[in-house]
């Protein structure tokens, strides 16, 4: 089964940036969006971002104009540029497919505070 190792993150204050990477244990197909995640404490994992095969980019609407999504190269990289960081953007990230697999990584953790 695919497995997920995320990093990047750390504590950036108000308005600063931080570029996550995700890597994958195998390429990741042309046909398998592959996605991004978040969660904080006592709440559900939310969606934040996807990027297609096409290349072909969503967002949440709270991260639309600050958050970019990049597929690599090797391909079983992605990217996840995050600018004009906010601390409602705190939490632990993680990548997995648009149709997840029940197995997540570790996450990688970003706090946002001055």
């Known amino acids: 089964q695919v497995q997920f190792v995320e990093s990047g993150g750390g504590l950036v204050q108000p308005g600063g940036s931080l570029r996550l990477s995700c890597t994958a244990s195998r390429t990741i197909f042309n046909f398998e969006p592959i996605a991004w995640y978040r969660q904080t404490p006592g709440n559900q994992r939310e969606w934040v971002a996807t990027i297609t095969g096409a290349l072909t980019p969503t967002y949440t609407d709270s991260v639309k104009g600050r958050f970019t999504i990049t597929r690599g190269n090797p391909k079983n990289t992605v990217y996840l540029q995050m600018n004009s960081l906010k601390p409602g953007d705190t939490a632990v990230y993680y990548c997995?497919?648009?149709?997840?697999?029940?197995?997540w990584g570790q996450g990688t953790q970003v706090t946002v505070s001055s």
């Open positions: 997995n497919f648009q149709a997840p697999l029940p197995r």
